[in-house]
């Protein structure tokens, strides 16, 4: 069992940074490929990037590539996204995910099995 807890969002400038932090809880993170998702209203769940247990594996989606940084620190049993020169269609609730135990398919939502509820990232223009 997993539990996540996001925090770091808030509103910002078009251009500016955020750093998301998802503290989790349970003993298989440090062995869970993580991953971030966002969803605006109205649309979709969207994959924005995801992390191997070892942090040597990491994926983006297209529209976050060169802007957006996954790392973790497994001795604290933390996830973080680095948000740079944020546009406003970055504007969404992102969601951190656990997927223990799967080695492939990292960019589908439907890899996880624990998520996060959510912190909200609003970027104005």
């Known amino acids: 069992q997993v539990q996540l807890v996001e925090s770091g969002g808030g509103l910002v400038q078009a251009g500016g940074s955020l750093r998301l932090s998802c503290a989790a809880s349970g003993r298989t993170f440090s062995t869970s490929p993580m991953g971030w998702f966002r969803q605006a209203p109205g649309k979709e769940r969207e994959f924005v990037a995801a992390i191997s247990w070892s942090s040597t594996i990491t994926y983006y989606g297209d529209s976050v590539k060169g802007r957006f940084t996954v790392s973790r620190d497994n001795a604290k049993n933390t996830l973080y996204l680095q948000l740079l020169s944020l546009k406003p269609e970055d504007t969404a609730v992102y969601y951190c995910?656990?997927?223990?135990?799967?080695?492939?398919?990292?960019?589908?939502?439907?890899?996880?099995?624990?998520w996060g509820q959510g912190t909200q990232v609003t970027v104005s223009s």
């Open positions: 995910a656990a997927a223990p135990g799967v080695v492939r398919g990292w960019t589908s939502e439907y890899a996880y099995n624990y």
